[in-house]
């Protein structure tokens, strides 16, 4: 069946309702994003003008604090493993609106607001990869890639809506804003806890998300750890460096509108596009995703305001098919608990970051020694239609590999 008729098919099918502890979870997904990002994006102005740190410092705290919240991931599936899946979501509610309770009298003490963000990173590690798990805990397949597309809509709304939700506290009346973020925390927190028990919680021996087919765990093709460190290493340079290159050339109302449209469009199109995506073979997301980035990668170093803002659609294009199939290829190649697998997929997503945050620095610095910084959307562009390449290749070679293990005679007469 081609692609097309198979999202066709699956579209004729009425999408399965909703269910109670479904929509709580995604209501408290935003709540939870728009609660942090009324907070977090503004720490490096925080923690150097209010409390005096010098950059170097603050950059080493942001480093160490990304690093807890991304590699700190791979502990969810021990820690779900054990506790289960509502307890690991308490647990991390718990640490998050401590972390942000303790920000208030951090307010004039580095130590403390240091040990504040650190709680809150850690908070953040165990909460997504358990969130996800207890999302798809008992889901079809057929059912994931709504789930996991609403789930990131829901994520993508709160993280849109914080910052300026919270611009006229942060500097004026900072205590106020961390005490209605901690009250936050605590009611979503309250709320999860009236929540049923996931497969861990139940006592059950493997997970209850929908079973994992040997044909799909043992097929060929890239690793979905390695597509996910690639993925975001690509999309991290438009991340990072968008606003160094679209200010001077626009003004800072159009790059705030560039990244409010880029929010909507996610929150917008994720779902609408959850089918299709998931219809798709991995080898297919892989040219389409990194295709639409490195054409976004290129209007934008076109300029100008159009240039950015078709870039900014097609970047989101490309974030939507390939976070989305990493994610739904991780589930269906593990037989682990999907905690266990998010948690891998957060840690991947973290190497990736990181990557891009060393070899964008050095990048763009030599484009702008060369004379011009849309070398550097040039180079990013080259790098996104490699990626694919590089990573189709390394399958083709795997398969072929195989097939010589399987039939080294025939190989040989073949080549004969």
Same mark, same amino acid.
């Given at each position: ?143 994931? #890639? %709504?789930?996991? /597309? !609403?789930?990131?809509? *829901?994520?993508?709304? +709160?993280? $849109?809506?914080?910052?300026?939700? &919270?611009? @006229? ?78 200010? #001077? %050339?626009?003004? /800072? !109302?159009?790059?705030? *509108?560039?990244?409010? +449209?880029? $929010?909507?469009?996610?929150?917008? &199109?994720? @779902? ?82 990181? /990557? ?9 610095? $030599? ?50």
């Amino acid at each position: 069946m081609t692609v097309g008729r198979t999202a066709r098919a699956r579209a004729a099918r009425p999408p399965l309702p909703l269910t109670g502890p479904q929509r709580f979870l995604l209501a408290g997904s935003f709540l939870i994003t728009l609660g942090s990002f009324a907070v977090l994006p503004y720490m490096s102005v925080l923690l150097h003008q209010r409390l005096g740190l010098g950059l170097g410092t603050v950059g080493l705290v942001l480093a160490v604090a990304s690093l807890i919240q991304f590699a700190g991931g791979v502990v969810a599936g021990p820690v779900t493993g054990r506790i289960g899946l509502r307890r690991a979501m308490l647990l991390a509610l718990a640490l998050r609106t401590a972390g942000f309770a303790a920000f208030v009298p951090g307010l004039t003490s580095p130590v403390l607001a240091v040990g504040a963000l650190l709680l809150v990173s850690a908070g953040a590690a165990l909460y997504l990869p358990a969130n996800k798990a207890y999302l798809v805990d008992g889901a079809s397949e057929e059912q994931r #890639p %709504r789930l996991l /597309a !609403a789930s990131g809509s *829901a994520f993508n709304a +709160g993280m $849109a809506l914080g910052p300026p939700a &919270a611009a @006229p506290l942060v500097m004026g009346s900072p205590g106020v804003l961390f005490s209605c973020v901690t009250v936050l925390f605590a009611l979503v927190g309250a709320g999860h806890a009236l929540l049923p028990p996931g497969a861990a919680d139940r006592g059950d021996d493997t997970p209850a998300a929908a079973p994992v087919r040997a044909s799909d765990a043992a097929r060929p093709g890239p690793s979905p750890f390695v597509v996910t460190v690639l993925s975001v290493y690509a999309f991290m340079f438009f991340q990072h460096y968008l606003a160094l290159y679209a200010v #001077p %050339r626009t003004s /800072a !109302a159009f790059y705030g *509108a560039v990244l409010t +449209g880029y $929010a909507a469009l996610l929150v917008v &199109a994720q @779902p609408l596009l959850a089918e299709r995506v998931a219809a798709l073979s991995y080898p297919a997301a892989l040219r389409w995703g990194f295709g639409a980035m490195a054409v976004g990668m290129a209007a934008i170093g076109a300029g100008g305001h159009a240039g950015i803002a078709v870039g900014g659609a097609l970047l989101c294009l490309g974030e939507i098919v390939l976070f989305l199939k990493n994610d739904l290829e991780a589930l269906a190649r593990s037989a682990a608990a999907p905690a266990s697998v998010f948690g891998r997929q957060r840690l991947a997503a973290g190497i990736g970051a990181f /990557a891009s945050g060393v070899v964008g620095g050095q990048l763009y610095g $030599a484009a702008e020694s060369a004379g011009s910084a849309r070398w550097f959307w040039a180079a990013v562009c080259l790098q996104c239609l490699l990626l694919p390449v590089f990573l189709l290749h390394r399958r083709t070679r795997a398969r072929a590999r195989r097939r010589t293990a399987r039939d080294p005679e025939g190989s040989r007469a073949a080549a004969d």
